[in-house]
């Protein structure tokens, strides 16, 4: 069974850094989409940005671009957000979720979710 499983959240200040890992088990591809999700309470769940060995494609929300990275390490099979210079606007719950049938980023759905980890940004 395919399962993410995040961690790394919790309390920055603003302008700070934060990395979210996303360790992913039960599937052994060599190509895979990696994308992460940010949702408020109440709100749509929303795209931050994906990365694909498959497709070679890399792609960020607007609101996140040149503050936030995503990597993938195959080899422990973990991905990571790494988020710097934070906002108070990106206090949000974040979920990985990658597509075992489709490599590409964006994929059109994902069908396997990790369980979401809190970040806060706060002074």
């Known amino acids: 069974q395919v399962q993410l499983v995040e961690s790394g959240g919790g309390l920055a200040q603003p302008g700070g850094s934060l990395r979210l890992s996303c360790a992913l088990s039960?599937?052994?591809?060599?190509?895979?989409?990696i994308a992460w999700f940010r949702q408020a309470p109440g709100a749509e769940r929303m795209p931050v940005g994906c990365?694909?060995?498959?497709?070679?494609?890399?792609e960020y929300a607007d609101s996140v671009k040149g503050r936030f990275t995503i990597t993938k390490d195959d080899n422990i099979k973990t991905a990571y957000l790494q988020m710097n210079n934070l906002k108070f606007e990106d206090t949000d719950i974040y979920y990985c979720?990658?597509?075992?049938?489709?490599?590409?980023?964006?994929?059109?759905?994902?069908?396997?979710w990790g369980q979401g980890t809190q970040v806060t940004v706060s002074s």
């Open positions: 990365t694909s060995d498959g497709d070679n494609n890399e």
């Open positions: 039960g599937f052994d591809i060599d190509y895979y989409v």
């Open positions: 979720a990658t597509e075992i049938s489709d490599y590409a980023c964006p994929a059109r759905e994902y069908d396997v």
